[in-house]
Nanobody, 124 residues
Framework: QVQLVESGGGLVQAGGSLRLSCAAS????????MAWFRQAPGKEREFVAA????????YYANSVKGRFSISRDNAKNTMSLQMNTLKPEDMAVYYC?????????????????WGQGTQVTVSS
């Protein structure tokens, strides 16, 4: 199994920045790709960004393209999400997810492992 733990959420003013991190442990050799999703109250879980675990593929949702940047550090088994120019609509619980396959998917159904989530609050 793979365990994922997010950190870095918090309260920020609109226009500000936050950096989220996800630490992976366990059978990390089985990871093919990782992603960030988010879920606001009363809404479905939404894709944010994905990254290949062993290649340079990256995929962003249109809503965050140009503002968010996903990266990984294989040596530390961590993934990060740098979020800039945050907007009130970015406020949600952010989840780290991992999948065995290397193809980057935007559906949460295609991911096998999930963290517990970290809250991002953006004040206007």
């Amino acid at each position: 199994q793979v365990q994922l733990v997010e950190s870095g959420g918090g309260l920020v003013q609109a226009g500000g920045s936050l950096r989220l991190s996800c630490a992976a442990s366990g059978r990390t050799f089985s990871i093919g790709a990782m992603a960030w999703f988010r879920q606001a109250p009363g809404k479905e879980r939404e894709f944010v960004a994905a990254i290949g675990w062993t290649d340079d593929s990256i995929y962003y949702a249109n809503s965050v393209k140009g503002r968010f940047s996903i990266s990984r550090d294989n040596a530390k088994n961590t993934m990060s999400l740098q979020m800039n120019t945050l907007k009130p609509e970015d406020m949600a619980v952010y989840y780290c997810a991992g999948r065995r396959g290397s193809v980057l998917h935007s559906s949460p159904n295609d991911y096998d492992h999930w963290g517990q989530g970290t809250q991002v609050t953006v004040s206007s």
